[in-house]
């Protein structure tokens, strides 16, 4: 049987994926620092909202707020027993939403980063890893979801023990990276280096892409990466809206709705077909997201000049990709590095 | 070159060429040659605090600007501060007994719901190089955590980390706790992290944003410098 969201990938060239969790959760109350997977089981109906407000405004799929799900994460506020009923109900509130909704919504399970490095640079082995993911995945699948979402990581290892857990929990996935240090990983990923180790995967990914970062420009050269190393499946650009600046006592980023409708056409045209925000995107800026990209016409690819005069400069010069490199350290090398 | 680099002997280097060689090992995550550097000098007589400035801090400041530069990434990172810690481990006791001179006194912590601490952990290392006493809260830090370290320990600095859009906010809940209780303009407040930038350092009220280890250690001085001048100034 096809997934959900293999189906609507036959059927449509491109899917407006969603926008912000955390955003969202914070203007309905959420206090920094506080886990919000625990509203999935104390506050049902703000998740409901949470989800409805992308369903609302045109997304085709939209993630489950399980996004620090894992038991690594949940430690933190000593929930690390509650991975199954969190997982399970932020699954099962989506299933209800994309029910209700009358049309073809995909609910995809969020799984996020464990935050801990792997070894043997960090403590956290391959196996433990693959069986924190393992413990969310079926959760998830439990409550519900279509297909898995793993996001914002920036360990190829990481990704890697998620693909691995993944295939044991027999769940169609999508797996983005951010590329948010000098257009790399934090771990120093390009985004050839992400096609490459995605078409290596035993239980490869339907989509593969970037999400979050520093802001839309960079997540675009990023995509332009993608598209040039020439991938087999379809790329995800899940951007910032804009950059976060502290207005009046709370968050702001300063890209508004037109700004990621101009965003979002230029990510179909440098070759992504799912489409959605990520920090700092609200229902606002998903409504002329979507109505950019059913009313104007598919282009050329867009260059990176047209990419920083319509969404602003990048954050670093270069990003490992391509002919030119960036600046290297003429090293002794007295010794093999 | 790979007959050459098995010949290298630290012990047959002159000084200068000695910690030109280590800039080098500490660069490629090399702790035991580190390790065997700082015990060199040691022999030759060196004094520890000199080793710390010259040959470790020295080496680690050309890490943090590639890592700022986007030349270096964090695995690289991890293995130079691995390295370096081996070399500081030798100094510690040393750096004691010598009475090095201390350049104030930093507490420092990921705030509550952020488990992110490669930098932090960082800034504690280079901050450590570079003469400060650094008291470590570790992750995850609630407010109250903050201010009891603060009632305690008594430090010039306080610096707070996020990785995460979602507890980044939470440095400015610790900023105003400060503020209601009076004690704000008692330290140098000092933040970092990923999403961070310098405007949302200001609106949150901090003294300053860090956006590298090296760059936090440059800062705390400046801080440190003008509020012993300050101090000096009403006296």
Known sequence: ?337 | MADEDDDLILSELDDEELVAQMFDDLYDGLKEEIEEGVNILLERGWEPYRILTEALVGGMTIVGKDFRDGILFVPEVLLAANAMKGGMSILKPLLAETGAPRMGKMVIGTVKGDIHDIGKNLVSMMMEGAGFEVVDLGINNAVEKYLEALETEQPDILGMSALLTTTMPYMKVVIDTMKEKGIRDDYIVLVGGAPLNEEFGKAIGADAYCRDAAVAVETAKDFVARKHNQMSAQA
């Open chain 1, 1 to 337: 049987m096809t997934d959900a969201l293999s189906a609507l990938l036959a059927d449509r060239d491109w899917l407006l994926a969603d926008g912000a969790t955390g955003t969202t959760l914070f203007n309905m109350g959420l206090q920094s620092g506080e886990p919000p997977e625990l509203w999935n089981l104390d506050h049902p109906d703000r998740i409901r909202a949470l989800y409805s407000g992308a369903v609302e405004a045109g997304s085709d799929l939209f993630l489950t707020n399980s996004f620090g799900g894992n038991a690594s994460r949940l430690k933190l506020h000593d929930s690390q027993d509650r991975v199954g009923e969190l997982n399970r109900a932020a699954a099962g509130i989506g299933r209800e939403v994309a029910d209700a909704s009358g049309r073809k919504v995909v609910v995809a399970g969020s799984v996020g980063p464990t935050g801990e490095i792997m070894a043997p640079m960090g403590s956290l082995t391959h196996e433990s890893a693959v069986e924190m993911f393992h413990e969310q995945a079926e959760a998830l699948k439990e409550g519900g979801a279509d297909v898995l979402w793993l996001e914002t990581i920036s360990s190829p290892d990481e990704y890697k023990a998620a693909a691995e857990a993944f295939g044991l929990a027999d769940m169609p996935w999508v797996g983005t990276m951010s590329f948010d240090t000098a257009g790399r990983t934090m771990m120093g990923v390009t985004s050839a280096d992400m096609v490459k180790m995605v078409g290596k995967l035993a239980h490869p990914p339907l989509a593969f892409g970037a999400n979050c970062g520093t802001g839309s420009s960079d997540l675009l050269r990023t995509v332009l990466g993608f598209a040039a190393a020439a991938p087999e499946r379809p790329i995800v650009a899940k951007g910032n809206a804009g950059i976060p600046k502290y207005v009046d006592g709370h968050i702001h980023y300063n890209g508004t709705p037109e700004l990621m409708a101009d965003y979002a056409v230029m990510a179909r045209d440098a070759g992504a077909t799912i489409i959605g925000g990520c920090c700092g995107t609200t229902p606002e800026h998903l409504v002329l997201m979507r109505e950019a990209l059913e009313t104007r016409p598919p282009g050329p690819a867009p260059t990176l000049e047209q990419v920083t005069a319509a969404l602003g400069e990048f954050s670093s010069a270069d990003d490992g990709t391509g002919e030119t490199t960036g600046p290297t350290r003429q090293r002794r090398g007295r010794r093999r590095g």
